[in-house]
């Protein structure tokens, strides 16, 4: 079971901006892909680059599988990052503008039905999160930002981004965040204990109460994949 939420940040609402992050969930008979884009709020056509961004990981991941779970992870790196540099510089030629005013950073997983493997890419500021024997874990940490975020369009992206396979034998689910909503889930460097709770329990209907409620700064997005 797939579940996905996304919120408009206080500093874009009280300026009547638009919320700049974007979830695409894809599905065949043996991959489940969800990818998560968090647009750069300085390009000028962010939102528009994380939603081509998400499509993009997503369908790849869906539509090539089998190839990216078994293919070296540098590889896949760079077959992701092109992939969607191509779809983006599509999208400024046809409007005439720069790439680059298509920022994001991108956070993606891939999950084998069959072999029940998890395959996680990321790309930014954004984290990836599972739920293991009533515990939670970090799959992905964010990348280190103090001089400035890592994104889709960033020069030699690829030193930057991170690759994971993971075995869910015992995994209840995982969850990917954009920085704007993981921020606000932890204290320093360790989760809430309200929301520890809520990841453990799966109650993603609670998490999104939550969030909801810390009048975020930022965008905040989530989404959620529940293996069983």
């Given at each position: 079971m797939i579940c996905k939420y996304s919120g408009i940040g206080t500093r874009h609402a009280t300026c009547g901006g638009e919320n700049e992050d974007a979830i695409c969930t894809r599905e065949n008979d043996r991959y489940t892909a969800i990818s998560l884009a968090d647009g750069i709020s300085a390009c000028r056509r962010a939102r528009a680059g994380a939603e081509i961004a998400s499509e993009a990981m997503s369908n790849?991941?869906?539509?090539?599988?089998?190839?990216?779970?078994?293919f070296p992870r540098q590889g896949v790196v760079e077959v992701a990052i092109s992939h969607i540099l191509n779809k983006l510089q599509r999208q400024a030629d046809q409007e005439t503008g720069a790439v680059e005013d298509y920022s994001s950073t991108v956070t993606g997983v891939l999950f084998d039905r069959q072999e029940r493997r998890l395959l996680c890419f990321?790309?930014?500021d954004g984290m990836i999160l599972a739920q293991t024997g009533g515990q939670s874990q970090i799959l992905s940490m964010p990348s280190d930002s103090f001089s400035g975020c890592c994104a889709t369009t960033t020069r030699n992206a690829g030193r930057m981004a991170k690759v994971k396979v993971a075995e869910t034998d015992r995994m209840g689910s995982v969850l990917l965040c954009s920085d704007g909503a993981w921020r606000?889930?932890?204290?320093?460097?360790?989760?809430k204990p309200a929301v520890s709770s809520l990841l453990v329990n799966h109650d993603w209907k609670g998490l999104e109460t939550y969030l909801s409620r810390q009048q975020c700064p930022d965008d905040y997005s989530f989404a959620a994949l529940d293996f069983n």
């Open positions: 790849l991941l869906a539509e090539r599988g089998k190839y990216l779970l078994d990321n790309l930014g606000q889930m932890f204290d320093r460097n360790r989760l």
